[in-house]
């Protein structure tokens, strides 16, 4: 059962991103312990979107929103940390 | 009304309320809307008129300060969230947009009703703000006033504007959605109507903008009801911090309100003029770079906030180059009335001012995203004058001009032509005579937000006064004669204007299900001059298809 | 005999189904832009106040955090199965899965009470005018975060609400349900449940796990 194992290869994989995470956030190393938890988080969201959410299975169309919502968040951030 | 016709109308469905309140039919969909937000509008223009005549001496002898400031805040609520945000989308781009793609129905009909529901409740809340003593912050809630000082109904009127952002969500995912997926076989992206283009943009920035409004909200509330301090500086908030969220909403807000007009206009020129609308492709993308270009310069609104000079100069510049797709709009349209047959129907006037007074105050719009100038004219009524000459003298005349122009298909009745150009003509000169004197006030120095003023100022203020009131005759007479020729208006043919586009090649007004035959396309949009047509006024079905 | 279609503007069951998954995905698209406003607040806050939160961060309990976020991973888990099995036709495989979902999702919420209470009765909780008591250093600022740490767990815990009470609703409503219309309903809430996943997969790093 090809899905299933998919599936559950994909939880195993967020289970062990997250000791990853928890685990990295106990050593010292400065400004990169943020850096790397949202790298993780950022593979984790990779993990759920595509097998969870079948982000790239599902044709054209959800990909063109993540894409929009992506460039707008960018956006928001980027001018407003000019401000500062 | 004869009876052929009355069976096969989307009217003659039903006619107790039940057929209306439980209705999924995206027709009558809009005319929930459009009577709720005429109610709107005549509220919030009945706010605007008390302030107009509070202002025709220049001492404060009608109103007190203290309602004064709750009468400009509740105007701009109301006619911002209540009116001009969901005016064309909800109305007329809900009963056009799945005719103009040869659909049945937007692709989620009970969602759409829901919008309205979602809206009307959103609506009680601030309705209940203003009998139970209005709010004071002006329409932009701008921190700490709101949080910490300001003692109108701040939470109830926010979170009526919040409730009123799922409505607009929800209608923004409809019309993404629909434009997507129901077009009908031929109609290509670039044989949409700009309409739908600009439709469709809209849709983009109230789904992408709208729940940043929605957190700065819910902030707000968050901080007034449960005391978190995230705006308020002895708490280690930020109030700047409001502004830059606010207005990455307000600013592209100000496009949902205007590209459905552009879109509005783009119908009505070419058809008037019997011309194909001069660079369609320019004007589609010009719309699509609007609704992102205009997020890009929302910091034009905080240049004396206190962000710093790089920021001021680098949103400055950006400021400038949305004008760039507005402009190529602009010449496009002028030069679509070159060498055209043109005629003055009622719509056609609306057009054409919408296309001299959006010129005029987007001009203004270009000292204001100049830094030196904003600072000296930034808060006084420059601004005012500014916004109006856009979101009154564009957006409200595209409105008319649309509303005009598709009232034939949306009630099978013509109104009164002599009265529409009678009324058009007022509401131009009460616009301008309302509105110029405001940028001379401006730039001699009056504040915003005042309700006394030096002696000085009392010539244009009164000219200004004046101008309300011719202004509201101009917007009542449209309510009269249009009511009237709900009961006695002639019958409309199904194309009454000889216009291209999917929605005149079925009755007026349309069957239920939009089209007894669904439509298939071969043609560009604006096929103008529709040969065949010139001497049929009627049924060109044979003709197109 | 229904029609398969519930919306009459389609002609197609698959063609509304795309547009279904379509509409949830730029619903998830507005999701983003109003989590990332608040994690914009967040994120000045703690470019400002950085040592203060640092700080303040530690009194967060990490251990019912990774528990949480193993939870709600959990979760998603169950719902990705509910949807493999919705679209293999088996029905009660399903139904169990969305149950498992739903019940996960009231774990959840009884762990997050769980900590609510405990910052409750030791006086880290800024709001409803409850008092506030923090020996660290900088207590200003580590009531800021404080402030922010209660607001956007509120605000995800209330999307976990929205999420569980509709599971509750299809599953309610499942015997009547047609076929046709029960894989796009576990196909939209789907979407849902996994996006509100993703952000406590970003709350949880931001928030409790601040240079341990």
Redesign the interface.
């Known amino acids: 059962m090809s ?2 194992r998919k ?2 290869l ?2 195993i994989g ?2 062990a991103l ?1 000791a990853l ?2 685990g990295s ?2 050593l ?1 190393l400065g400004g990169f ?2 850096a790397l ?2 790298v ?2 950022a593979a ?2 990779a993990v ?2 595509i ?3 079948h982000l790239a299975s ?2 054209v ?2 990909r063109l ?2 894409a ?3 460039f ?2 960018m ?3 980027g ?2 940390l ?3 | 009304m004869s009876s052929d016709l009355a069976s096969a109308s989307y009217l003659a469905e039903g006619a107790g309320p039940r057929s209306w309140l439980l209705t999924t039919d995206h027709k009558r969909v809009a005319w929930l809307y459009f009577v709720s937000l005429t109610a709107f509008f005549f509220l919030g223009g009945t706010f605007a008129v008390l302030m107009r005549i509070e202002l025709a001496t220049p001492a404060g002898d009608l109103v007190s300060d203290d309602v004064y400031n709750r009468l400009f805040s509740l105007h701009g609520i109301i006619m911002v969230w209540f009116f001009l945000v969901p005016s064309i989308p909800a109305t007329l781009g809900n009963f056009l947009l799945p005719l103009m793609i040869g659909a049945r129905d937007l692709a989620f009909p009970r969602l759409n009703l829901a919008s309205w529901y979602v809206f009307m409740f959103g609506s009680l809340f601030a309705l209940a703000s203003v009998v139970l003593g209005g709010v004071d912050t002006g329409w932009t809630f701008y921190t700490p006033l709101s949080t910490l000082y300001a003692n109108g109904f701040v939470s109830t009127a926010a979170f009526g504007v919040f409730i009123v952002g799922f409505s607009t969500i929800m209608t923004g995912i409809n019309f993404i959605v629909t434009v997507h997926t129901l077009r009908a076989p031929g109609l290509t992206w670039f044989r949409l109507p700009i309409f739908v283009w600009t439709l469709y943009a809209t849709s983009l920035v109230m789904v992408l903008a709208t729940p940043v409004l929605a957190a700065s909200l819910i902030l707000i509330v968050l901080e007034r009801v449960f005391g978190i301090g995230i705006f308020n500086p002895d708490l280690g908030g930020d109030p700047l911090l409001f502004q830059h969220l606010f207005w990455f909403y307000s600013h592209p807000a100000v496009y949902i309100m205007i590209l459905p007009g552009m879109g509005v206009v783009s119908e009505v020129l070419p058809c008037f003029s019997r011309r194909p609308l001069f660079g369609y492709k320019a004007v589609a993308l010009a719309s699509m770079a609007i609704a992102v270009f205009g997020f890009l310069v929302w910091g034009h609104h905080m240049f004396v906030s206190g962000q710093s000079a790089y920021a001021g100069v680098v949103f400055s510049f950006l400021s400038f180059c949305v004008a760039i797709p507005s402009a190529i709009k602009v010449f496009n349209w002028s030069l679509t009335l070159r060498k055209g047959e043109i005629s003055f129907e009622t719509p056609m006037l609306y057009a054409l001012f919408f296309l001299a007074l959006f010129t005029f105050g987007g001009l203004a719009g270009l000292f204001l995203a100049a830094l030196a100038i904003d600072v000296h004219v930034h808060d006084t009524y420059f601004v005012v004058a500014h916004f109006h000459y856009i979101m009154v003298g564009g957006m409200v005349t595209a409105y008319m001009a649309g509303l005009h122009f598709w009232w034939p298909k949306l009630t099978g009745r013509m109104y009164s032509e002599v009265w529409g150009r009678i009324a058009a003509a007022v509401t131009f000169i009460g616009f301008n005579l309302t509105f110029f004197p405001q940028y001379v006030l401006g730039f001699l120095g009056m504040p915003r937000r005042y309700h006394t003023y030096p002696p000085e100022f009392a010539f244009w203020h009164i000219l200004s006064s004046a101008g309300a009131v011719v202004l509201a005759i101009g917007y009542l007479m449209p309510l009269l004669y249009l009511a009237w020729s709900l009961f006695r208006g002639a019958q409309a043919p199904a194309n009454p204007w000889r216009a291209t586009g999917l929605e005149w090649q079925t009755s007026s007004p349309p069957p239920a299900h939009n089209f007894d035959r669904m439509p298939t396309v071969t043609r560009p949009a604006y096929d103008y001059p529709m040969k065949g047509l010139t001497e049929k006024r009627s049924d060109p079905v044979e003709d197109l298809v | 005999m229904k029609s398969p279609t519930t919306s009459i503007a389609f002609d197609r069951p698959a063609r509304e189904t795309a547009a279904d998954s379509f509409a949830m995905w730029v619903l998830i698209g507005s999701e983003v832009m109003l989590f990332g406003a608040i994690l914009l607040v967040f994120m000045f806050a703690r470019l400002s106040y950085g040592d203060a939160f640092a700080g303040a961060a530690k009194h967060l309990s990490l251990p019912l955090g990774t528990a949480n976020t193993v939870v709600l991973i959990t979760s998603s888990f169950a719902m990705a199965l509910a949807h493999m099995y919705t679209a293999a036709r088996r029905w009660r495989a399903a139904g169990w899965a969305l149950a498992a979902t739903a019940l996960l999702g009231v774990v959840f919420l009884a762990i997050k009470a769980t900590e609510y209470a405990r910052e409750f009765s030791e006086g880290l909780a800024p709001v409803l005018g409850a008092p506030f008591i923090y020996k660290g250093p900088d207590p200003v600022h580590a009531e800021f975060f404080f402030g922010l740490y209660f607001a956007m767990t509120s605000l995800h815990a209330l999307h976990l609400i929205c999420g569980v009470i509709v599971i509750g609703g299809i599953l309610a409503l499942w015997p009547r349900t047609i076929e046709a219309s029960r894989f796009r309903r576990v196909q939209a809430i789907g979407l849902y449940w996994h996006f509100v996943d993703i952000v406590w997969v970003f709350l949880f790093p931001v928030l409790y796990l601040i240079n341990r």
Request: a negative charge; charged letters at 5%.
């Open positions: 899905e299933f599936l559950t994909a939880y967020l289970l997250l995470t928890v956030s106990f010292a312990n943020s938890n949202l993780i988080a984790k969201t759920i979107a097998l969870f959410m599902d044709g169309l959800p929103a993540v929009a919502a992506g707008w968040l956006i928001l951030f001018l407003t000019i401000g500062q």
